[in-house]
């Protein structure tokens, strides 16, 4: 038998040690240890009691007294206490709805709570200015003028939290994120989403990019837009529209005059990045035609 004893649970442990075992230590959780001096001249047996210091979750996860974590439906933030259980409160409370004196109104937005880990959101009322709901461009779009991404092939580097890279192109202008209409890149190295305009071209003039809006409102900047031949990773071959652009509110149209090309794609270059978009609106002028390229597929990342 070992002569080293490691326990992992949440209650505290009691147990008899003979010399027949010949046990010398005794490990609980990785961090409570006893050692045990062998002696032949011990006959009667010794009683050790050894306190946990933390609380162990039905998955099997040991948290550390203060340590907090939420619930699955994200309803619930619960605590480690000294005494090894596991108190739960509500994770949003009710609060009173803010009052917004003009011009200032009222906007809801979803702020990230729980530990760092946690990937839950509460509803919150917050007072802006009303122009702050409003395009941050002067760049007008006529009426009636056709959006042709609408519906149109979409994807994206790699999918995270089910934002899927066709809720871009879906037509509903939704920036809150349960609303299952936004898209959601994982936080990686140059983050790309594309749009495919086949058959044919588009003659641009203007894209109306909208961003989230019930939170992470800064993740959309310093992006770059590239219309042409090329799309997603290798969308550096086509040209790019402007220099870096950054939406610090919650829609802008970004003027790109003249520039032709089958897709679409907007990419932010960097490390650590994430990309998300709720909606995006390309307008311009069709054209018919058949393409110098080979279209690659773009596989299943949509």
């Known amino acids: 038998m070992s002569r080293n004893l490691e326990v992992r649970r949440a209650d505290a442990l009691t147990f008899m040690a003979y010399d027949a075992i010949s046990l010398q230590r005794v490990t609980l959780n990785g961090k409570n240890e006893i050692r045990l001096i062998p002696t032949t001249k011990r006959k009667t047996a010794t009683v050790l009691s050894v306190p946990y210091n933390g609380c162990l979750l039905p998955n099997g996860r040991l948290l550390n007294v203060g340590e907090q974590y939420t619930n699955d439906q994200c309803t619930r933030l619960c605590t480690c206490n000294e005494e090894g259980s596991v108190p739960c409160m509500a994770l949003c409370p009710t609060r009173p709805i803010s009052v917004c004196n003009a011009p200032l109104v009222q906007k809801k937005i979803r702020v990230p709570t729980g530990p760092p880990d946690s990937k839950c959101t509460c509803e919150q009322v917050i007072c802006v200015k009303a122009e702050t709901t409003t395009d941050t461009s002067e760049t007008i779009i006529p009426p009636g003028a056709m ?11 790699n999918t995270s939290r089910a934002g899927y890279a066709y809720n871009a192109v879906d037509g509903n202008r939704s920036g809150n994120y349960e609303d299952f209409s936004c898209t959601h890149t ?19 003039s203007a894209v109306r990019i909208t961003n989230r809006q019930d939170c992470c409102q800064d993740r ?8 042409g031949e090329y799309f997603g990773e290798e969308a550096e071959k ?50 018919l035609g058949t393409s110098r390229h080979r279209r690659r597929p773009y596989g299943p990342k949509r």
């Open 220 to 227: 959309l900047s310093d992006f770059e837009i590239r219309i």
């Open 186 to 204: 994982p936080t990686e190295e140059n983050p790309f989403w594309s749009v495919s305009f086949e058959p044919g071209s588009v003659n641009v």
């Open 147 to 157: 959006n042709h991404a609408l519906l149109g092939y979409a994807t994206q580097s």
């Open 238 to 287: 086509s040209p790019k529209c402007g220099g870096l652009h950054t939406i610090s509110g919650d829609s802008k149209v970004i003027s790109c005059p003249n520039m032709v090309g089958r897709s679409l794609t907007i990419r932010i270059p960097g490390k650590h990045k994430t990309l998300t978009l709720c909606e995006v609106e390309v307008f311009g002028t069709r054209i």
